[in-house]
């Protein structure tokens, strides 16, 4: 029984001893997946912030390599864009001019010829009024009357439809007056946000205002407006690759232009009568 109990205490000590031995060596691995888990939060950490980092720099050089391919491309295209408005402006403004100066002078001389027509009308209404009344037994001569009353009714119709179209084409130029007066206030917001700027700025910010809405100039000028002061060259790496797609954009925002300049002047001469 002594050697039973002796054997049952060391038993004991023994698992305690082993129990102990575990626990300690859980709160060790404990502490050191703690101490994992804290180095692993610091290196996602750091990662992402290189990350955001880069993202705002790359941005950055997005912006930074528009306002240099603008730059580097701005004389070829002044060249182009010139030549073509000179061109354009002057034959569209001898045409335009020729025919509206006609088709003017005919409305006011279909106008005149609509008051006389009417005034005519009512004059011989009136006569031929009197004369039925009066010459009831002259029943040929009164049906003459009659045919030529309504001849010159006819008449009076066409004039006032003449007249009709003429209202119309004016109404056509108003719309073309109204235009004309939108673009320019859309320069006058232009001019004001560029006058603070040299030369060449002012030419690369037009540029860049030239596709955006009047409502969002403001904005867009304050975003591209420290690259277009600061006119910094991006790294390469941004260089090869935005540039591709920003000189797309460019160019198509240009043959945009060049169409619908060209389907202005066909509706241009179609409202001329050419």
């Known amino acids: 029984a ?12 023994f698992v305690f001893e ?26 996602v950490g750091d990662a992402l912030s290189k990350e955001i980092a880069e993202f705002h720099e790359d941005k950055k050089d997005v912006t930074e390599t528009k306002v240099r391919l603008i730059r580097e491309a ?3 295209f002044e ?33 005149d010829a609509s008051r006389k027509n009417d005034f005519g009308r009512r004059l011989f209404e009136s006569y031929a009024q009197e004369y039925t ?8 001569e009164t049906a003459k009357l009659l045919k030529v009353v309504d001849v010159t009714k006819q008449q009076l119709e066409d004039a006032k439809s003449t007249a009709n179209e003429k209202e119309k084409i004016i109404d056509s130029k108003q719309v073309e007056i109204d235009g004309l007066k939108t673009k320019a206030e859309r320069e006058a917001v ?4 560029v006058t603070p700027l040299n030369t060449e700025q002012k030419e690369i910010m ?4 030239e596709s955006v809405s009047t409502g969002k100039l403001r904005k867009q000028f304050d975003k591209y407006m420290p690259s277009v002061i600061n006119g910094r060259s991006p790294a390469k790496k941004a260089s090869s690759t935005i540039g591709t797609e920003v000189t797309g954009d460019k160019i198509q925002t240009n043959i945009g232009n060049v169409s619908q300049f060209n389907r202005n002047i066909v509706d241009i ?3 001329a009568g050419i």
Not at 83 to 99: D, L, N, P, T
Not at 190 to 193: R, S, T
Not at 206 to 209: A, E, G, P, R, S
């Open 18 to 43: 082993q129990l102990k031995s575990e626990i300690a060596e859980l709160h060790e691995d404990q502490k050191v997946m703690a101490t994992n888990f804290a180095k692993l939060e610091d290196f």
């Open 206 to 209: 037009t540029n860049l205002l």
């Open 190 to 193: 232009v001019n004001e946000l």
């Open 74 to 76: 701005k004389a070829h």
């Open 2 to 13: 002594v050697h039973m109990k002796e054997h049952s205490d060391r038993l004991k000590a």
């Open 133 to 140: 009344n009066s010459f009831l037994n002259s029943k040929s």
């Open 269 to 271: 001469k179609r409202l």
């Open 79 to 111: 060249k182009v864009r010139q030549k073509f408005i000179q061109k354009g402006a002057s034959k569209v403004s001898e045409i335009v001019g020729r025919h509206l100066k006609k088709e003017i002078s005919q409305l006011k001389d279909d106008i």
